[in-house]
């Protein structure tokens, strides 16, 4: 079974930037639809991001588009979210997630593994 293990979070002023990153191990996910999607407290988690297996295609929640980007290495097996520009509504605890059959699906339910999270706190 595939693990997941984020890191890179932390707390950040608003303006400031955070590199996610995603580690795999138990086996290769270089063939899966990976995303992150974030939780805010008392809110209900929700797709930020989605890539290919091949790093070719991803998706952005409109939220973020234009500031975060989504990338992978299949060699390392590991995924990462570069935030920028961050406000204080992106404040959140952040999972990263695989196993979708495609890219286009953004619903939590469509992903077949997680990550414990990594928490992003973004003050005003």
């Known amino acids: 079974q595939v693990q997941l293990v984020e890191s890179g979070g932390g707390l950040v002023q608003a303006g400031g930037s955070l590199r996610l990153s995603c580690a795999a191990s138990?086996?290769?996910?270089?063939?899966?639809?990976m995303a992150w999607f974030r939780q805010a407290p008392g809110k209900e988690r929700r797709f930020v991001a989605t890539?290919?297996?091949?790093?070719?295609?991803?998706l952005y929640a409109d939220s973020v588009k234009g500031r975060f980007t989504i990338s992978r290495d299949n060699v390392k097996n590991t995924v990462h979210l570069q935030m920028n520009s961050l406000q204080p509504e992106d404040t959140a605890v952040y999972s990263c997630?695989?196993?979708?059959?495609?890219?286009?699906?953004?619903?939590?339910?469509?992903?077949?593994?997680w990550g414990q999270g990594t928490q992003v706190t973004v003050s005003a």
């Open positions: 997630a695989g196993g979708a059959s495609s890219y286009r699906l953004t619903g939590p339910k469509e992903y077949n593994y």
């Open positions: 890539i290919t297996w091949n790093g070719g295609s991803t």
């Open positions: 138990g086996r290769t996910i270089s063939r899966d639809t």
